[in-house]
């Protein structure tokens, strides 16, 4: 239970804009899915093969991209995680057991990418259209911003913990002709990584 008020508390820090607003996200999600949550189905039965080894493909490539600005990054004096990256660090090492871990798996890898790859990928793409340049802008930097959890965060820290990813997952929405069932599986990939990176190895720095 305390590590379910935990997740619960920086999901709330985490939505914080939208806390009064909360109910304008739900009507995004269910937008999302009632345009294209026949084509998410439809393409998990049939291309679920072709969907994993794309998503798989673009995991191993923004991973060693991102471990490599990030080893470069080591050598400066900036601070290697942002905040909110420290924190779920922190839930995961203190969490007991798989029942401590559920809450920060549920949260980290099913919730969150759905949530966000609606906002940030399907709402932005859908209102101002996929070929407006300033919808890969919009998409990018909300997304980015979105993190910046308290004062004091370092701007350049978190530009290098998400942009990598952020570019990862328009590429693909791109590519998979905008199904969003490609940067769903694809969020949702990346954050098991960074569980599964932070379970064998807490203070491995290049995440």
């Not at 490599?68 to 050598?75: A, R």
């Not at 942002?82 to 798996?105: C, H, M, S």
């Not at 980290?108 to 209102?127: D, G, M, N, Q, T």
């Amino acid at each position: 239970m305390e590590n379910w008020e935990k997740v619960k508390e920086l999901a709330e820090r985490y939505f914080y804009p939208l806390r009064k607003w909360w109910w304008i996200t739900i009507l995004i999600v269910y937008w999302a899915f009632r345009c294209q949550g026949k084509q998410i189905w439809l393409s998990l039965r049939k291309e679920k093969k072709q969907i994993f080894r794309q998503t798989g493909i673009f995991l191993l490539v923004m991973a060693l991209i991102h471990f490599f600005i990030k080893w470069l990054l080591s050598f400066s004096h900036l601070p290697l995680r942002a905040k909110l990256i420290e924190k779920l660090v922190q839930l995961i090492t203190e969490a007991k057991g798989f029942l401590g871990l559920l809450p920060i798996i549920l949260a980290s890898c099913v919730i969150a990418p759905i949530i966000e790859e609606c906002l940030y990928r399907f709402f932005i793409f859908k209102i101002l259209g996929k070929n407006n340049p300033f919808s890969y802008l919009l998409s990018y930097f909300t997304f980015i911003l979105a993190h910046w959890q308290v004062r004091g965060e370092n701007f350049v820290s978190l530009f290098v913990q998400y942009s990598v990813a952020t570019v990862g997952f328009i590429w693909i929405y791109k590519k998979s002709n905008w199904n969003l069932a490609y940067p769903i599986i694809l969020h949702s990939l990346v954050n098991i990584l960074f569980i599964g990176i932070v379970l064998i190895s807490p203070n491995f720095p290049l995440f």
